[in-house]
Nanobody, 124 residues
Framework: QVQLAESGGGLVQAGGSLRLSCAAS????????MGWYRQTPGKEREFVAR????????TYADSVKGRFTISRDNAKNTMYLQMSSLKPEDTARYYC?????????????????WGQGTQVTVSS
């Protein structure tokens, strides 16, 4: 099993930046990839970005491509989401996810573990 813990959320003005972190613990040796999702009240949880543990291929949602950067530190079992040029529409609770599956995409159902989420609020 894997435990995930997000941090770094908060209140930021439009155009600002935030860096989210997700620390993984437990049986991380079986982890093949990690991703970020976000959710706002009344909406479905949506994909933000993902990264494979090796070799580190990344995928981004069109809404954040060019503004967000996902990365990971294998030695620390930690994933990051650097968010720049934040917009009010980026306001959401951001969740860290991990999967042990050999093949996966951007569907939330393909991830096995989830963190509790961290709130990001962007003011205009």
């Amino acid at each position: 099993q894997v435990q995930l813990a997000e941090s770094g959320g908060g209140l930021v003005q439009a155009g600002g930046s935030l860096r989210l972190s997700c620390a993984a613990s437990g049986r991380t040796f079986g982890m093949n990839g990690m991703g970020w999702y976000r959710q706002t009240p009344g909406k479905e949880r949506e994909f933000v970005a993902r990264i494979t543990w090796a070799p580190g291929w990344t995928t981004y949602a069109d809404s954040v491509k060019g503004r967000f950067t996902i990365s990971r530190d294998n030695a620390k079992n930690t994933m990051y989401l650097q968010m720049s040029s934040l917009k009010p529409e980026d306001t959401a609770r951001y969740y860290c996810a991990a999967t042990e599956r050999a093949y996966y995409g951007v569907e939330a159902s393909q991830y096995d573990y989830w963190g509790q989420g961290t709130q990001v609020t962007v003011s205009s």
